[in-house]
């Protein structure tokens, strides 16, 4: 398999609570940012364009306004995957022969009441190939979307549906979103799952100073590292007509041994763009020495995530709806607290023991 280019766009993004018609102007400027991003860079390529084009988190509609946040706002955003959309980024992926990977609210008649986050991969025939529901999403402080872990009784529950994988040309290609990547466990299942590149679609944050910057890099470095993948991490530009004004930017594209190989140099408007090895990456993988899957003995950690549950998610786990807004989220988050508290993980501060 010879190396090709990924490419991580960092669009601006138009608010779905600022402006009724942001789905449309969003999916056709990033048409047009594709077609940029390939145009600008022929010279430098030698006329190869991408084979892996990664968008943001929620690039077609934002997220709603922070406090006000709620679930008729979100879920009016919720699209359906496969849809008028992917069919949309589908002639692109048809043109340039690439595959195409992002996130975006999707509504599905299957489970009322509720809407996913979901990240998916459309491949060169113009199809989705790949669909991801983000898992760590309710559990979050700013989202409402549905996590499979809140409806698990009534959800599927095989390893490909809520971990999967596309098997490609390219190499094995996984999906997940924002802050999914601070759960290490994910990240590593998709890898168990066979992943060889990830894509992280991100989206703006609730600070946006340099000591969160630092952050992204560390995570998306040692997720790379750690599963022995590349990882392609578009983000958000600073987009002044959405409920976020700023962004991070910053959108990168690391390798295996958790090296940047390249990375956008602020929140502007960008794209940025890197050779992918599959093939450097399997020799990398074959010495054990250095591929710590190998090494993973998962049936003692296996043990104690089993014994030691946190958030709801369990098999019978089954919530009516979708939450109603973030007042309602907050409110679980101190019986979560309290559980962990009183069953010894966690340790409170002297000054609550008193």
């Not at 290490?184 to 000591?211: C, D, H, N, W, Y």
């Not at 998962?298 to 973030?326: H, I, M, Q, W």
């Not at 962990?340 to 008193?354: A, H, M």
Request: hydrophobic share 35%.
């Amino acid at each position: 398999m010879k190396p090709y280019y990924a490419a991580a766009i960092q669009p601006r993004v138009i608010g779905g609570c600022m402006d009724k018609d942001a789905v449309a102007k969003n999916l056709a400027h990033s048409c047009e940012l594709i077609d940029r991003a390939i145009d600008g860079t022929a010279q430098t390529t030698k006329g190869q364009a991408p084979k892996l084009i990664g968008f943001p988190e929620s690039f077609l509609h934002g997220f709603g306004l922070a406090r006000k946040r709620n679930y008729a706002m979100n879920s009016s955003f919720a699209r359906r995957i496969p849809g008028e959309e992917t069919a949309r980024l589908g002639e692109k992926a048809k043109e340039y022969g690439a595959y195409i990977a992002g996130s975006m609210f999707e509504v599905d008649p299957e489970y009322p009441g509720n809407f996913f986050n979901t990240g998916f991969i459309i491949d060169p025939e113009g199809k989705v190939a790949l669909k991801y529901r983000k898992i760590n999403c309710s559990n979050s402080a700013v989202e409402l979307s549905t996590s499979p872990g809140d409806i698990m009784a009534r959800y599927p529950q095989d390893l490909e549906t809520l971990f999967p994988v596309l098997r490609t040309p390219i190499g094995n290609l996984a999906v997940y979103i924002c802050f999914d990547g601070l759960f290490p466990e994910l990240v590593r299942s998709f890898a168990l799952m066979g992943a060889e590149v990830l894509i992280r679609p991100m989206g703006p944050q609730p600070t946006s100073g340099i000591e969160y910057v630092d952050t992204w890099r560390t995570i998306n470095r040692v997720r790379a590292f750690e599963n022995n993948c590349y990882l392609v991490g578009p983000h958000w530009a600073d987009s002044p007509q959405t409920e976020s004004l700023v962004a991070e930017g910053h959108s990168m594209i690391v390798d295996f041994n958790g090296q940047i190989l390249t990375e956008s140099d602020g929140a502007r408007e960008h794209f940025v763009m890197a050779l992918i090895d599959i093939e450097r990456l399997r020799r990398r993988r074959k010495n054990e020495r250095n591929n710590f899957l190998t090494q993973v003995r998962s049936e003692l950690y296996a043990r104690v995530y089993a014994a030691k549950p946190c958030f709801p998610s369990g098999p019978k786990t089954n919530r009516e709806r979708g939450l109603k807004d973030l007042d309602e989220k907050w409110s679980l988050e101190p019986a979560v607290y309290r559980s962990l508290v009183e069953r010894g993980i966690l340790t409170p501060p002297e000054d609550t023991q008193k």
